[in-house]
């Protein structure tokens, strides 16, 4: 069974800093996209950030310049460096990962989510 798992999340003061990892666990034949999204009380998931198995990127216009996505193809985890916190950003934030089971399906798999909170 395929799992993603995410961590990292907690609360911080405006301008500092998070480091959000996420790893996928289970039977995994491949991995393609992968991404953060985040989601507020009574709003829709927003996508964050995303990046390809080669590694292109790319950024929601509120996060660009503040956080970073990467990932390690070898040990399946995704990561988002989050700089400059500001009070908006405070979410929960979902990892995410189109990858390949072991019945040869693609299909998207969501982690469980992770708080971060940022006060001002």
């Known amino acids: 069974q395929v799992q993603l798992m995410e961590s990292g999340g907690g609360f911080v003061e405006a301008g500092e800093s998070l480091r959000l990892s996420c790893a996928a666990s289970g039977s995994i034949f491949g991995a393609d996209v992968m991404a953060w999204y985040r989601q507020t009380p009574g709003t829709g998931r927003e996508l964050v950030a995303t990046?390809?198995?080669?590694?292109?990127?790319k950024y929601a216009d509120s996060v660009k310049g503040r956080f970073t996505i990467s990932r390690d193809n070898a040990k399946l985890m995704v990561f988002l460096q989050m700089s400059s916190l500001k009070p908006e950003d405070t979410a929960v934030y979902y990892c995410?990962?189109?990858?390949?089971?072991?019945?040869?399906?693609?299909?998207?798999?969501w982690g469980q989510g992770t708080q971060v909170t940022v006060s001002s």
């Open positions: 990046i390809t198995p080669g590694g292109q990127t």
């Open positions: 995410t990962a189109h990858l390949r089971d072991s019945t040869s399906r693609w299909q998207d798999y």
